[in-house]
């Protein structure tokens, strides 16, 4: 059995375990990083594969990630990104405006509303500052659904300042600033506001590669395919990580990893439970496929693309994406049923298949969210003195995103940088 001894052991190689590595060992400390698969990254893996690979979904970057970009930049990834066209909509001063692809948001209503059964619209503040109107009722979109029986208000978005437009399945008073998914199927941008971004090239570019280069410099101890099975301690505190073949020693030690992960190694269920459920939330559908498109099509986000998938993209190598989510695995048979009416859903995006599709399901990817989970969540301090918690699940007041996961390792970082002084 190898030992090593080190000041801070972290489990997990997510994008916050990586951040709050690369943060704490630039500032001197000697940091260790176990991840349980063979490559860092976690829920921003890349699949190896042909062109570049297959993303564990498209990573929506949106300009409010503000952390992100900084790290971004700081690794030198910056330029990964690529910036979208507008391909929405917007009612200014009560006027449609259309961009130049999509839908507006007011002709998209219809579409959004059959999604799902939704009972009620809400408008973020930065939706407000798009349609130029200022406070409900004399907001127009709202107006539109509230006479048409609808359930219309506004929220208060700490995340969505920028853009904000919401279809939910449950009441106002029960939504949440946390609304990651659903929000995100009915991405709006406005030209002279915000633009959303998305990772142009492949996550492993983006993110991970750079990330682990960082991390080498910074002489952070990356060990891959060692998942922590058990955690050893005395009284109060941590001693050790035990992950197979290997025991890590520490001052500090993080879990950077899932919560009910930790509580399966751990054992430390008195942390802070109850941790929100897992198992409960959206699946994420990635499906790659090789496709002729003539020579004339813009490469990029088509944009809306019906019910089953909501984004169609142009892939490097002659491949189209769809992504699309389902809440049930009976939502998940019918994505896949579509797959023999592809070639037809397909021809008017001047796209002919060329080839079997290639799929990607990411189960429960994102979590419900709902108020009694976002209040069970932890903050980064435990009860035992040398153990924090860290990750897009912790109380970040964001919802589990990329820029939660390194809200939730600045957190972190901000605790044990003067723990370890
Ligand atoms: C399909 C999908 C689509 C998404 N889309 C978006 C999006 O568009 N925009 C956005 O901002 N966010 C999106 N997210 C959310 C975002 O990717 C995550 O919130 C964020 O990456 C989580 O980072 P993390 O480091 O907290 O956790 P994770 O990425 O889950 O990292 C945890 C790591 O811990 C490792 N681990 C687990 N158990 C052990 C163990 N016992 N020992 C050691 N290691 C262990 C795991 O292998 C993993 O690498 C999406 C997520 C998914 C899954």
Redesign the pocket.
């Known amino acids: 059995m190898k030992r090593i001894r080190v000041q801070v052991a972290i489990?997990?190689?997510?994008?916050?375990?990586m951040a709050l590595a690369l943060r704490l060992a630039r500032r001197g400390h000697r940091v260790a990083l176990?991840?349980?698969?063979s490559r860092?990254?976690?829920?921003?893996h890349t699949v190896p594969g042909p062109h570049g690979g297959m993303d564990?979904?498209?990573?929506?970057?949106l300009q409010a990630?503000t952390r992100c970009r900084a790290l971004l930049e700081e690794i030198g990834a910056l330029a990964e990104l690529r910036t979208l066209e507008a391909w929405a909509c917007v009612a200014l001063n009560q006027r449609l405006i259309r961009l130049p692809m999509g839908k507006g948001v007011l002709a998209s209503l219809p579409d959004l509303l059959r999604l799902g059964p939704p009972r009620a619209l809400g408008l973020g503040r930065g939706m407000l500052r798009v349609l130029g109107t200022g406070e409900p009722p004399r907001c127009t979109a709202v107006m539109w659904l509230q006479g048409r029986g609808m359930v219309a208000s506004t929220f208060e978005a700490r995340f969505w300042q920028e853009w904000s437009l919401g279809v939910f399945n449950t009441p106002l008073d029960q939504v949440d600033a946390g609304l990651?998914s659903r929000t995100?199927r009915t991405l709006i941008s406005q030209p002279r506001l915000q633009r959303p971004l998305v990772a142009a090239s492949t996550l492993e570019r983006l993110w991970i590669l750079p990330l682990e280069r960082a991390l080498d410099r910074a002489g952070v101890q990356l060990v891959t395919a060692?998942?922590?099975?058990e955690a050893r301690r005395s009284p109060g505190r941590l001693t050790a990580f035990q992950?197979t073949e290997l025991q890590v020693e520490a001052e500090h030690f993080v879990w950077?990893?899932?919560p009910h992960?930790m509580h399966r190694?751990t054992g430390l269920a008195e942390l802070a439970p109850p941790f929100p459920p897992h198992g409960e939330g959206l699946h994420?559908v990635?499906l790659r496929l090789p496709v002729e498109q003539r020579p004339a099509s813009t490469p990029g986000l088509r944009g809306w693309f019906g019910e089953a998938f909501q984004w169609l993209f142009d892939a490097p190598g002659g491949e189209a994406v769809l992504v699309g989510s389902a809440w049930t695995d009976a939502h998940l048979a019918e994505r896949h049923r579509m797959e023999a009416r592809l070639p037809k859903l397909l021809a008017p995006h001047g796209m002919k298949v060329a080839g079997s599709a290639r799929w990607l399901v990411?189960r429960h990817?994102?979590p419900l969210q709902s108020p009694a989970h976002e209040a069970a969540r932890p903050g980064v301090h435990t009860a035992l003195e040398n153990m924090w918690l860290c990750?897009?699940?912790v109380d970040t007041g964001l919802p589990?995103?990329?820029?939660?996961?390194l809200a939730?390792a600045e957190a972190c970082f901000a605790a044990l940088d003067s723990a370890l002084e």
């Open positions: 489990a997990g190689a997510g994008l916050a375990g176990l991840e349980r698969r860092p990254g976690g829920a921003v564990n979904s498209v990573h929506l970057f990630f990651f995100a060692s998942p922590v099975v992950a950077a990893a899932p992960e190694v994420i990635n990411q990817a994102t990750g897009a699940w589990a995103s990329m820029e939660g996961a939730g």
